[in-house]
C-alpha cells in the first residue's frame, strides 16, 4: 500500500468541528466531517471520508478511499489497505485484557484490514486478528479470530458462512470449485478453502 502524503491543508476538506492534532498527515480529496478527531502521527491516504464523531488514533494507518462512518473509533495499532469500508459505530480494540488501573500502552496488538474488505455496523474487532481483503464482516459480528480473504462472517462470536466476491454479493461455488459475481462476472476458484479471483 502506498500513500502520497499532502500535509497541505488546502488538498483536502475539514469540517470546522473537526479537530486535527500537529503531526498528521492527510491525503488530497479526503474529506473529514463533524466533531471528528484525527491524534498525532495518524496517515490517511487520498480521497478517504471520515464521518461525524469518528476517533483516528496516533499512529493509525488508512489507505486510499477509505470510508469511515459515523462514530467510529480506529485505535492505535490498526492498519486499513485501500478501498476498506468501516461501517457505523463499528469499533476496533487494541489490548486484549483492559484494566482502567493497569497501563498497557506499551501491550497494544496490531489489526491489519486488506483491501477492499467491509466490516459493518456495530461489528467489533478485537485486536490481533487482521482481516482478509475483500472479506465482509456483517453487522453486529464479533470477529476474535483471523478472517481469511472473501471470507464472510457473522454473529458473536463470529463464525465464517460463505464467501463474497469483489463486489459484495455472495459467492455460490460449484462441485468444482468454480463461481461468478453475479453483478461483475468476475470469476473465482475455491481449493483448499482458499478463494481467488481468476479473472
Known amino acids: 500500500m502506498q500513500i502520497e502524503q499532502t500535509p497541505m491543508k488546502t488538498h483536502y476538506f475539514a469540517h470546522p468541528t473537526a479537530l486535527i492534532d500537529e503531526g498528521c498527515t492527510i491525503g488530497k480529496g479526503t474529506k473529514i466531517w463533524h466533531f471528528s478527531h484525527l491524534m498525532p502521527d495518524s496517515i490517511l491516504g487520498e480521497n478517504c471520508n471520515i464521518g461525524q464523531n469518528v476517533v483516528i488514533s496516533p499512529g ?46 506499551s501491550e497494544y496488538s496490531k489489526t491489519h484490514v486488506g483491501k477492499g474488505a467491509s466490516i459493518g455496523a456495530n461489528a467489533t474487532i478485537v485486536c490481533g486478528h487482521d482481516i482478509g481483503e475483500f ?32 463486489f459484495g454479493h455472495k459467492l455460490e461455488f460449484d462441485k468444482d470449485g468454480n463461481a461468478a459475481c453475479n453483478e461483475s462476472g468476475q470469476k473465482y476458484k475455491l481449493e483448499n478453502n482458499f478463494v481467488k479471483r481468476v479473472s
Do not use: H
Open 60 to 105: 493509525v494507518v488508512l489507505g486510499k478511499n477509505v470510508k469511515v462512518q459515523n462514530n467510529v473509533s480506529i485505535y492505535t495499532g490498526v492498519i486499513c489497505d485501500d478501498d476498506v469500508f468501516l461501517g457505523p459505530s463499528m469499533v476496533f480494540t487494541n489490548v486484549i485484557n483492559p484494566r482502567s488501573a493497569v497501563n498497557r500502552k
Open 135 to 166: 472479506a465482509f464482516i456483517g453487522a453486529g459480528a464479533v470477529v476474535t479470530k483471523t478472517v481469511p480473504p472473501f471470507a464472510l462472517v457473522i454473529g458473536n462470536p463470529a463464525r465464517q458462512t460463505g464467501w463474497m466476491s469483489e
